[in-house]
């Protein structure tokens, strides 16, 4: 008789240096505890998570693997044998929540098709943490990833986006490389129609965390530095 399969749990972690337990539930420590099997982003930080949040629990019992852009799709069946046979697997994203804006999203898909019960667990989110406080649209919105680094591409889809905002009262969310935020900020001062309502929200949930939302004229007047700052940006027409 085959054992009974594990879980598959995504579990959270702090978008920064926030201490883990200021912002994750008390349910992550104890999935921790009991996990011995993860497969994680980034080995050196994710070990560094979990220490922090279970110092006892012995680093080299773990059984870690990676799943990152690098990682080819026919690796990702074995990333949830040890579900297949009884125990529980982790997954841990670089920073926020597993499979939102991570690759994470590629073994929940091989959970679901072997069928393996999937836990999502509480956690931040930048994604839903910058509309909460943006006071744009929460009812309609799109997030659209990463925006083409070519200017004049880049230029085309932010129009394209922004009327697509207007004739559907649609929010429009967007990230970038934190060394690039700043050229992402200038490209939608310089694109976007001046009443079209823009929210920055940099450094979400530390110390230094920065949310504002002014239309594109007013922003033009207000100076900000976002240079290798984790910022999401979010503009209504």
């Known amino acids: 008789m085959s ?8 579990i959270p972690c702090p978008i920064g240096d926030t201490p883990p337990l200021e912002v ?3 349910l992550v420590k ?15 930080s994710a070990r560094r998570f979990i220490k922090s949040i279970v110092p006892r629990k012995s680093q080299p019992d773990l059984h870690i693997r990676l ?37 994470g999203a590629l073994i929940v898909e091989q959970a679901h098709s072997n069928g393996i019960k999937v836990v999502p667990l509480v956690g931040p ?16 919105f799109a997030f659209n990833g990463y925006l083409p ?10 129009k394209r986006l922004e009327k697509q905002s207007a004739e559907q009262q649609q929010s429009q969310l967007f990230i970038e490389t934190p060394y690039r935020s700043d050229q992402l900020f200038e490209s939608m001062l310089n694109t976007l129609h001046g009443q079209t309502q823009l929210c ?9 965390e920065f949310i504002e939302t002014h239309t594109v ?9 976002l240079n290798k700052r984790p910022t999401l940006f979010i503009f209504q027409k």
Request: glycine residues 6%; proline residues 6%.
């Open 30 to 44: 104890k999935s921790i505890e009991e996990i011995d099997h993860f497969v994680v982003e980034n080995e050196r």
């Open 67 to 103: 799943i990152n852009k690098f990682t080819d799709e026919s690796e990702i069946p074995q990333m949830i044998e040890p579900c297949l046979k009884g125990l529980h697997v982790g997954v841990i994203s670089e920073a926020g929540c597993p499979g939102i804006a991570d690759p």
């Open 200 to 208: 920055v929200a940099a450094d979400i949930t530390l110390t230094t």
């Open 3 to 10: 054992p009974e399969k594990g879980n598959l749990y995504l």
């Open 217 to 225: 004229d007013a922003w033009k007047k207000i100076k900000v530095d």
């Open 24 to 26: 994750l539930p008390l």
């Open 125 to 140: 989110s930048s994604i839903l943490l910058a509309l909460m406080a943006s006071g744009l649209n929460g009812q309609s």
């Open 149 to 158: 680094i070519d200017k004049r591409e880049r230029r085309m889809e932010i």
